[in-house]
């Protein structure tokens, strides 16, 4: 199973970006989907997470005022619409995929992951 990260480049600080997470129909009508990012030399670590049928989502403290997660069910995607970008954001952002009951922060509670999308926020 692969699932699809997008969206990532440059950005200034202040500014915006959405990533989109592209999964198989069956992986995306089933699992939770969350956003995980990792920066250079610390370790992988949870943003968002979205219940399989969208009806809860779950967003880390340290980003919960600017970052908004949401599915678009037409296109098979899980966005994450970031806003108000500042340079600590600058890392590479996974999506995962997992099934079961409630939510999930840690990476090992994720089944399937995407390869990854780079984002790089300029002060």
């Known amino acids: 199973v692969q699932l699809q990260a997008s969206g990532g480049g440059l950005a200034q600080a202040g500014g915006s970006l959405r990533l989109s997470c592209a999964a198989p129909q069956r992986i995306f009508m089933s699992h939770h989907i969350g956003w995980f990012r990792q920066a250079p030399g610390k370790e992988r670590e949870f943003v968002a997470a979205i219940s399989w049928n969208g009806t809860n989502t779950y967003v880390a403290d340290s980003v919960k005022s600017r970052f908004t997660i949401s599915r678009d069910v037409a296109k098979i995607t899980v966005n994450l619409q970031m806003s108000s970008l500042e340079p600590e954001d600058t890392a590479v952002y996974y999506c995962?995929?997992?099934?079961?009951?409630?939510?999930?922060?840690?990476?090992?509670?994720?089944?399937?992951w995407g390869q990854g999308t780079l984002v790089t926020v300029s002060s």
């Open positions: 995962a995929a997992r099934y079961g009951s409630g939510y999930a922060t840690q990476p090992y509670d994720y089944d399937y």
